[in-house]
C-alpha cells in the first residue's frame, strides 16, 4: 500500500484521554491477534490492577459481536500508530456515547457494520462504557450529533 493511501485511511489524531488510548489499543490488539490477545489483556491489568477481569471479558464480547454482525470490512492501524483509522474513531465515539445517546449511536453502528439492526453491539458498547466508567476510567470522545459518519460505507 503506497504512502499516500496509508495518510488517507489515518484520519484522526489519537484522543488525548489515557483511557480512551488504551481501549483503542486492545480493539487494536484483539483485532490483530483475536480476542485472547496477551497484549491486550496486559494493557487492561495495567490500567485496571486487580478489577481489569470485567473490562476485559465485555471488550471482548464487543469485539466477537462486532466480528459476528458486521458486513463490512473494519480497518484497524497498527497497535503502535499515533493516528486512529475513521472506524476506530467512529468505534471509539460509539463506545464513549452510547450509555448517554443509545439511539443516535445505534445508528452510526448500523451504518459501520453496513447491518439494519445491531443491538447486541448497542448494549455490549454500553457495557463497556459502563465498566470503565464504574472502575473510575471513563471514556470521552464526542462528535457532533449532526455530524456526518466519519465511517463511509461504499
Given at each position: 500500500m503506497s504512502e499516500a493511501a496509508q495518510e488517507r485511511m489515518l484520519l484522526h489524531p489519537l484522543p488525548e484521554s489515557h483511557n480512551s488510548r488504551l481501549l483503542i489499543y486492545a480493539m487494536r490488539r484483539m483485532a490483530q491477534g483475536g480476542l485472547n490477545d496477551a497484549f491486550a489483556a496486559n494493557a487492561m491489568?495495567?490500567?485496571?490492577?486487580a478489577r481489569s477481569r470485567r473490562p476485559i471479558l465485555l471488550l471482548r464480547a464487543l469485539m466477537a459481536e462486532m466480528a459476528r454482525s458486521s458486513n463490512n470490512h473494519i480497518i484497524v492501524a497498527p497497535s503502535c500508530c499515533r493516528m486512529m483509522t475513521a472506524a476506530e474513531g467512529e468505534?471509539?465515539?460509539i463506545v464513549a456515547s452510547a450509555?448517554?445517546?443509545?439511539?443516535?449511536?445505534?445508528?452510526?453502528?448500523?451504518?459501520?457494520?453496513?447491518?439494519?439492526?445491531?443491538?447486541?453491539?448497542?448494549?455490549?458498547?454500553?457495557?463497556?462504557?459502563?465498566?470503565?466508567?464504574?472502575?473510575?476510567?471513563?471514556?470521552?470522545?464526542?462528535?457532533?450529533?449532526?455530524?456526518?459518519?466519519?465511517?463511509?460505507?461504499?
Open positions: 491489568l495495567s490500567l485496571f490492577g468505534m471509539l465515539m450509555q448517554e445517546r443509545p439511539r443516535f449511536i445505534h445508528g452510526r453502528i448500523c451504518n459501520l457494520l453496513g447491518v439494519d439492526h445491531a443491538l447486541g453491539v448497542l448494549s455490549s458498547a454500553q457495557a463497556v462504557a459502563q465498566a470503565f466508567g464504574d472502575l473510575g476510567r471513563p471514556l470521552d470522545y464526542s462528535v457532533d450529533a449532526e455530524a456526518e459518519p466519519a465511517f463511509p460505507i461504499d
